[in-house]
């Protein structure tokens, strides 16, 4: 195929991909008042599965209400005319995006599967499951450990105990961030993808990863902060722990694919 032919032949796959997204989209306008009810305003619901669950676990542990999360009980205001139509816009499309991901990775994989060789193709199987898993997974974290800890302890923070300072979060606020914490959970969850694809075609090792270990704990708390827009260590470190166990899942994922690769090398050099 000639430049010309794979433009044309990416646009399609754009083009395929935007469809997608504006079909959930759709969906999302559709259902809004259940959308925003049941998921969107649900981290800020007193009877929030986290909320409840956590609190069920606390006292069946017998510790009280140690883990028991003051939900965020706090009136959200729209400032101007268009917040509430521009909040839905932004969950709709984005929540179109985190839906048709599956989809999306699909067609990208497409547009590169062509330029593979056949054991580059075999052992990217799984590829479209895997990735979509983890990214399911870290989106799932955000929404039901990371945003719900973060929207509690921002919500119910208190800079003096004699001075009252009511806290009146904004519509975009709330939807920003909540959307922010989803999204970034659920790429920095594809940490153990990125060190398959790196190992597989020969830019890191598994002793890389091992010798870059404390470099890649700083980068890690970076990435914990950026994504928790609360400043308590409680919720970077609630980020933390997961990325730098996936950070340790994929060394061992590293140290599987470099001794596939060595046992190929010997193959080939037969």
Known sequence: MSFIDHLEELRWHIVRSVLAILVMAILIFVFQDWVFNNIIFGPMNKNFVTYTKLCDFSHWAHLGDALCMPPPNVPLSAMTFGTQFMSLITVAFIGGFIAAFPYIFWEVWKFIKPALSPKEKKSARGAIFWVSLFFFTGAAFGYFVLAPFTFSFLANFRLSSEVVIETKPTLS?????????????????????????????????????????????????????????????????????????????????????HKANLRREKEDWG
């Open 173 to 257: 606020d709330y939807v920003e961030n909540l959307t922010n914490i989803i999204l970034g959970a659920g790429i920095a969850f594809q940490l153990p993808i990125v060190s398959f694809v790196l190992t597989r075609i020969g830019l890191i090792t598994p002793k890389f990863l091992r010798t870059y270990r404390k470099y890649a704990l700083v980068v890690i708390l970076v990435i914990a902060a950026i994504i928790t827009p609360s400043p308590d260590w409680m919720s970077q470190m609630i980020v933390f722990v997961p990325l730098f166990l996936l950070y340790e899942l994929g060394i061992l994922i590293s140290m599987r694919v």
